[in-house]
């Protein structure tokens, strides 16, 4: 039946790493050309960590799992103030503001739209394979 190649999980789950590795790729690159561009006087270990492929999908059965691994003071790069309380001179978000940007903008539409895109052409193609074989 049709139907049965669509429900099944791998099908999903294919799509969704396609998705996710897209989005990973293009948050970590504009984390690092915010990194060499406006961060680049301190020690290079956020830009380091930035520029390679530091990050991985896990699929299982169940649910997909994006992974990025960054330097734990990247976080703190993106306060506003310092801990004393004063603003920041230079201040460049480069993690939350990021972050949910390409989740919001990109990722969310990406699953919303571009599954039930890709699952309608994959259905027209086997109808239409299938009309045409009879």
Known sequence: MISQQYTKKPFFNDRLSEILYGSA???LSKQSYIAKTFLARRSGN???NLSGRNFNIISSTQRVNLLIDYV???RFLDLK???K???KR?????YNKILYGFLYSKTYPA???????NIRDNFVGTLRAGLNTN
């Open 25 to 27: 790729e293009d948050i």
């Open 46 to 48: 956020l830009i380091r």
């Open 72 to 74: 734990s003071t990247i």
């Open 81 to 83: 103030k310092t801990s």
């Open 85 to 87: 309380g004063k603003l």
């Open 90 to 94: 230079n201040y460049t978000p480069i």
């Open 111 to 117: 699953l919303r739209y571009g599954m039930a895109e």
